[in-house]
């Protein structure tokens, strides 16, 4: 059984930090690909980061340059570094794992999904 938890999340002023954790287990990373998918309130989810040993990472615009995906393959985790944290991040974070070996952020690829942290980024 796979299981992704992730945790990390929390309230933040504009321009600060959060680094948020997803531990996987049951799912090898060197066999897929990790992704971030956010829902911001009243929207759908968007996918905003992916990791594969293929790919490499991958992220959509509005985050590139500000968040960093990383993972630990020996601790079965995936982090996302996320600096310059604007009030539109606000959104509840999941992680996502996905069989094939290749990035991408179509939903449908996506085989494993944690229950989401809330990120909240208000003054």
């Known amino acids: 059984e796979v299981r992704l938890v992730e945790s990390g999340g929390g309230l933040v002023q504009p321009g600060g930090s959060l680094r948020l954790s997803c531990a996987a287990s049951?799912?090898?990373?060197?066999?897929?690909?990790m992704n971030w998918v956010r829902q911001a309130p009243g929207k759908g989810r968007e996918g905003i980061s992916c990791?594969?040993?293929?790919?490499?990472?991958t992220y959509i615009d509005s985050v590139k340059g500000r968040f960093t995906i990383t993972s630990d393959n020996g601790k079965s985790a995936v982090y996302l570094q996320m600096n310059s944290l604007k009030p539109e991040d606000t959104a509840v974070y999941y992680c996502?794992?996905?069989?094939?070996?290749?990035?991408?952020?179509?939903?449908?690829?996506?085989?494993?999904w944690g229950e989401g942290t809330q990120v909240t980024v208000s003054s």
């Open positions: 990791i594969s040993s293929r790919d490499g990472s």
């Open positions: 049951g799912f090898t990373f060197s066999n897929g690909a």
């Open positions: 996502a794992a996905a069989t094939p070996e290749y990035c991408s952020f179509r939903e449908s690829l996506y085989d494993y």
